[in-house]
Structure formats: C-alpha cells, structure tokens
C-alpha cells in the first residue's frame, strides 16, 4: 500500500537509572495509508478512525488527537500536523 504522508511525533520515558532520574526523548512517526493509520504499537483501518484534530499545547509543542471509536490517543508534535490532518480530510471525503 502506498505511503500519502507521515508525521513524526515525541514520545518521553522517563528512566532510573543509579537511582537518577531521567527522561530520553525519541522521535517516532504515524504513517497515513489510503485506508489505515499506523502508529509503532497499532494499526486503524479508516472506518475506524472519526477524525484528526490538533491543539497547541505552547510555542513549541502541539497536540495531535487522534479519534478512533476506541478512544482518543494524544501525541505531542513539533512540527505542524496540518499537512497530516488535510490529507486525512481528503480521503475520508473520497470515501
């Protein structure tokens, strides 16, 4: 199935480690297909997404929802997702 687009998404652990609190940050994407979203852990049909919406959470770092008939999953972006969520849009409008 052809890509349409990614967005890259940061994803915080924190660590002990010699009783040192830490936190790693890394860098992980979401992958729109024509008829599904895959993130590292799932995988959504687009039936079972109802919609992409995003929320600046500051300056620098926006939130972007992801609404499926399971829930909402929350990812932090620091890069805008518009052109995520506009090409989202536009294939669920062609269905």
């Given amino acids: 199935m052809e890509l ?11 660590m002990i480690e010699d009783n040192q609190q830490f936190t790693v940050e890394t860098e992980e994407f979401l992958y729109l297909y024509r008829d599904k979203i895959v993130t590292p852990k799932r995988s959504f049909s687009l039936h079972q997404v109802m919609d992409v919406t995003k929320k600046h959470l ?9 609404h499926t008939i399971e829930g909402v999953l929350t990812f932090v972006v620091k890069s805008s997702p518009d052109h995520f969520i506009s090409h989202y849009r536009k294939i669920k409008e062609d269905r």
């Fill in 58 to 66: 500051s300056a620098r770092y926006i939130f972007l929802y992801l």
């Fill in 4 to 14: 349409i687009c990614s967005q890259a998404y940061m994803k915080k652990e924190r």
